[in-house]
């Protein structure tokens, strides 16, 4: 089992940052894809990006690119999420996810694909 944890989330103005992080504990395994995800009223969720816990290459949905950036603390077995010029449409509850084996670059943004995930910690973003 694999528990995950995220927090960060809060109200912020439109252009501002936060960071998002997710604790993992547990057992643990060599190939894991940490992602996260996103939920907006009504909508499905939505891959907003990944990385690998071996190599840290990382993976980003078009609507977040050169905005958000993902990054790993081995030691501490955590994972961030830093959202930087937010903007009112990134308004979602976010979901950290783990996935235990080797997953290629397409099957890493489906939410289908990941084993465990986190409770979610709400962000909005004011216009």
């Known amino acids: 089992q694999v528990q995950l944890v995220e927090s960060g989330g809060g109200l912020v103005q439109a252009g501002g940052s936060l960071r998002l992080s997710c604790a993992a504990s547990g057992r643990t395994f060599g190939e894991y894809v940490m992602g996260w995800f996103r939920q907006a009223p009504g909508k499905e969720r939505e891959f907003v990006a990944a990385i690998r816990w071996i190599g840290g290459t990382t993976y980003f949905a078009d609507s977040v690119k050169g905005r958000f950036t993902i990054s790993r603390d081995n030691a501490k077995k955590t994972v961030y999420l830093q959202m930087n010029s937010l903007k009112p449409e990134d308004t979602a509850v976010y979901y950290c996810?783990?996935?235990?084996?080797?997953?290629?670059?397409?099957?890493?943004?489906?939410?289908?694909?990941?084993?465990?995930w986190g409770q979610g910690t709400q962000v909005t973003v004011s216009s």
């Open positions: 996810a783990v996935n235990t084996i080797y997953l290629n670059a397409q099957a890493l943004a489906v939410a289908n694909r990941y084993d465990y």
